[in-house]
């Protein structure tokens, strides 16, 4: 299937690694041109390189703090200036830290709330006149499937995350019929944040080796086995896509069937 997207200019947010690289990577193989951001220069150049090694179309590399509004709108004028437009928004961003009620700050709520809330505000205020002005508009925001199921220890994350599929759905119903907003529910994918969270189970002794933290990860998922980035990826290009015409205010979970409703 053809998705459309030669030509159309992508903005993907927090993709220098991971699931924000895979979407980058996804859309950048269907021909889209495609800006990438984050705030390591030496992480980001490097992610450039290997999208431009896969990319039909053009690839931008602006580095930016999400949690600065100033960087941001920064980010999107780098973009429209450098393709002529903006076509396509994805949202990602860094993860919150692990923790439990009693062990977080009142300052930990706030964080949270600014890298994963307040970076999609400030992404879309930006990005909605030029999204308004192509065809194609949409909006992904990445998210995780702890806004259906709370996850132990996660406690920011099962709680702050909720507020972007509020803004999402609020979204999908605002600014259609131009533009569509989605959200995606990932489960558990093998990135860098992930590989990390393994190895530092392994060293603390819950896990023998990398390959056992696989498998006990993979222990409640019909799939049998945590998702490739690659496999989000393409989902997030297909939803971005004209294809998806008719798809707006969706969650789309992308778990290997883990949620259990
Ligand atoms: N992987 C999974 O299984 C999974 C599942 C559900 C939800 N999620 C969530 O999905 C998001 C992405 O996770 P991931 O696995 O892709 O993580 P990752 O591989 O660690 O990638 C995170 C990306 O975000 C960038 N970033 C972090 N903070 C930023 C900021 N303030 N401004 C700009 N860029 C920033 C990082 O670059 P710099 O550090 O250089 O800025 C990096 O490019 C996280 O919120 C995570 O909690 C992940």
């Known amino acids: 299937m053809d998705l459309e997207l030669d030509g159309n200019a992508a903005l993907v947010t927090a993709s220098s690694s991971g699931l924000g690289f895979a979407s980058a990577a996804a859309l950048a193989r269907e021909g889209a041109d495609v800006t ?64 439990t009620f009693l062990e977080t700050s009142g300052r930990q709520w706030y964080e949270a709330y600014d890298l994963l809330v307040m970076s999609v505000v400030w992404t879309v205020e930006s990005a909605h006149p030029h999204l308004l002005e192509s065809d194609d508009g949409s909006i992904v925001c990445i998210t995780s499937r702890t806004v259906r199921e709370v996850a132990d220890g996660l406690l920011l994350s099962n709680a702050v995350r909720r507020a972007v599929i509020g803004l999402v759905k609020t979204l ?30 392994v060293a603390r002794g819950s896990y023998a080796d990398y390959d056992e933290g696989l498998a006990e990860m993979a222990a409640d998922i019909p799939m049998e086995r945590i998702g490739d980035p690659r496999e989000l990826g393409e989902v997030v290009a297909f939803l971005s896509s004209p294809r998806a015409s008719y798809v707006t205010g969706a969650e789309v979970p992308i778990d290997g069937g883990s949620l259990r409703s």
């Open 172 to 201: 999908s119903r605002e600014f259609a019929p131009e533009i569509r907003a989605n959200a995606v529910l990932p489960g558990t994918i093998e990135t860098p944040r992930i590989e990390e969270l393994i190895e530092a189970r």
């Open 36 to 99: 990438i951001c984050g705030r390591d220069e030496d992480r980001l150049d490097d992610a450039r390189d290997r999208l431009e090694a896969e990319a039909a179309g053009e690839v931008l590399a602006v580095p930016a703090d999400l949690t600065d509004p100033d960087d941001v709108a920064a980010l999107v004028d780098a973009t429209v200036e450098a393709f002529g437009g903006l076509d396509h928004l994805v949202t990602s961003a860094g993860g919150p830290p692990s923790t």
